[in-house]
């Protein structure tokens, strides 16, 4: 059973917008579930991350939930002012995961 979907096999189920993957079990990040993990290979600055925020990140969490997104050169601080709406910021791959208990009953 796989434990996330892929861009590329989310968008081959018709998806136009799509996280890097979505995860098949949400996990608990910092006591924020998330549903899909989003990975940018640039700096989140103000400008960059409020075009992500109107043209990506929304549109995701408005179809899949609460998500995470992995800013692989830090970001800005004050931009992680959305965790209680439901977009995480995180400047790696967090240790601190909780994974949730999936039943096959």
């Given at each position: ?35 899909w ?16 925020l ?52």
């Open positions: 059973m796989s434990v996330a979907e892929n861009e590329d096999q989310l968008r081959a189920k018709g998806y136009d917008k799509t996280p890097d993957f979505i995860l098949q079990v949400p996990i608990a990040v910092e006591g924020h579930i998330i549903h993990i989003e990975s940018k290979a640039s700096f989140g600055d103000e400008c960059s991350h409020h075009a992500y109107h043209d990506q990140f929304w549109s995701y969490w408005n179809r899949f939930g609460p998500g995470l997104v992995i800013y692989w050169y830090g970001f800005i601080q004050e931009l992680d002012c959305n965790r209680e709406r439901g977009i995480l910021l995180k400047a790696c791959f967090p240790t601190n995961i909780v994974t949730l208990c999936h039943s096959l009953a």
